[in-house]
């Protein structure tokens, strides 16, 4: 017997890259936050382990309150504990590590202290053996931004021309608030550095399974010639979350809501990514310049009736395995009136000429069954029904014939790619029984994936800013948006609810209903 070449091969081991550590010095401005402790010091902390940060880089955490660099090493040791995927901090490791960490006091709002932060900043790097290189992280809220900007340009640390000397600034979301507020935001920035020293992130960028859109797109001769019109019927996208409002987010979520929190940006990088042109260079401005051309492309349905194409949820409280758990406007710091969506599905069309008629269905939501983030493209039927099968659920048979094939990009949890399609069912019939061909990440590899900070951080060590939102890109998502969170701000009939736990409100059906559509189980 012949064996499967594709049984027998070993599992995919990477050879071992030469690594050469970027050096630089990393300043994080809102240290005492959340995101530091789960996400960018344990990132910081598996790139140093790694070797990809150099080991004289310091890393200095800001923020208000006084803190020793002792204490903030002890937290931010507990923070890799919690959070970390690599390495232990019991050992020498971690002792080495947390020699470059530093901890220095300081109101991002008042200006009179950024001439001693600036002062002190060269000290540590000086002690370190690093200059002129300067990757500054803004953790905070979105209002100090430009203050914070402004204070530490004013002190000379924006070197303002290319040159060696370089200052990589990232902000974190949100990006305004609408496209107005966005492109104010924009404006005031655009006065403070120029667009080559902005890394505004999209953490969704980062994960393994979303660059694995792009390569397996163009990296590959098959599919590609079937993205389009002619042969897929339409495109669903979803993120879905099972988690409600961790404690304290309730404050920013109600100002935010689903179309602004992740729709605006998660969902619709994926989109851009699975409908983008091949760029002719794989290099950051062709890339983005292709994912901007489908951005603008987002065609708003009729603004006078955005319920046609958008809808919006809230979920109400349930009982979830037993437990109950609270509703959106029962959750901490969020007003017992609250009309914020904590689901949004919307209806879009990419205008050009490849996917010209194809719906993309969008959706995503806080306290649906699962978490799970999901590309699904479903293809055409085959001309003729030439094969049909008996399909029973009880004592109610169908003849049914062959399912469309969808191919599904699973972004997370149990990272894979997978293709749907008609096989015959053995027997002396032809009884279509329907199949999966299955690409998944941990049968293949036996890596575990990077984490999305890591590799966003190390390409803005790096100078990389192929996985970052470029300003137009962020404007002509919010210009695709506006008419809907107009409508919404209008209409004070609020969301439709849904029962925690569900996959939304039944109005979000309805929208694919109408269509001859329905969502698909992730
Ligand atoms: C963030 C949103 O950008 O993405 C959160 O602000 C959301 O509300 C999170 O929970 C989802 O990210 P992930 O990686 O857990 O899917």
Known sequence: MTENP??????????????????????????????????????????????????????????????TDEEFRNEMRQAVEAHGRRGSTTGEDWQRFAARLFYRQLDLSQPDGYPEFARQLEQ??????????????????????????????????????????????????PFGNDLKSAQELSRELGRLLREDQIYRIDHYLGKETVQNILLFRFGNAIFEPLFNRTHVDHVQICVAESQG??????????????LRDVLQNHVLQLLALVAMEPPSFF????????????????????????????VRGQYTGATIAGAAVRGYREEDRVPPDSNCETYAAVDVRVDNWRWAGVPFYLRTGKRLPRRVSEIAIQFKLPPLHLFKTV???????????????????????SESISLSFSTKQPGMQYQIHPVAMDFAYESQFSLALPEAYERLLLDVLRGD??????????????????????????????????????????????????????????
């Open 6 to 67: 594709l049984e027998t091969a070993p599992q995919y081991e990477p050879a071992a890259p030469t690594i050469v550590g970027v050096d630089a010095a990393i300043v994080i401005f809102g240290a005492s936050g959340d995101l530091t402790s789960r996400k960018l010091l344990p990132a910081l902390y598996s790139l140093w382990h790694d070797r990809y940060l150099a080991d004289h880089s310091p890393i200095i955490g800001c923020a208000r309150r006084a803190k």
């Open 124 to 173: 540590i790097e000086a002690a370190c053996g690093v200059a002129n290189k300067r990757l500054f992280y803004m953790a905070t809220t979105p209002d100090l931004f430009v203050p914070t900007i402004d204070a530490v340009s004013r002190v000379g640390l924006v070197p303002d021309r290319p040159s060696t000397a370089w200052l990589r600034v990232v902000f974190e979301k």
């Open 245 to 258: 409002m961790e404690s304290g987010r309730g404050g920013y979520y109600d100002k935010s809501g689903a």
């Open 283 to 310: 290099r950051a401005k062709d890339i983005l310049d292709e994912k901007l051309k489908v951005l603008e492309a987002l065609a708003p349905g009729d603004a006078s009736d955005v319920s046609r194409w958008a």
């Open 391 to 413: 399909e029973c659920e009880g004592d109610i048979c169908e003849l049914v014939g062959a399912r469309p094939n969808t191919l599904r990009f699973r972004i997370q949890p």
């Open 465 to 522: 800013s192929t996985l970052f939102m470029r300003n137009d890109e962020l404007e002509a998502a919010w210009r695709f948006l506006d008419p809907v969170l107009d409508a919404w701000g209008r209409d004070d009939r609020g969301p439709d609810l849904y029962a925690a736990g569900t996959w939304g409100p039944r109005s979000a059906d309805t929208l694919l209903r109408r269509q001859g559509r329905a969502w698909q189980a992730p």
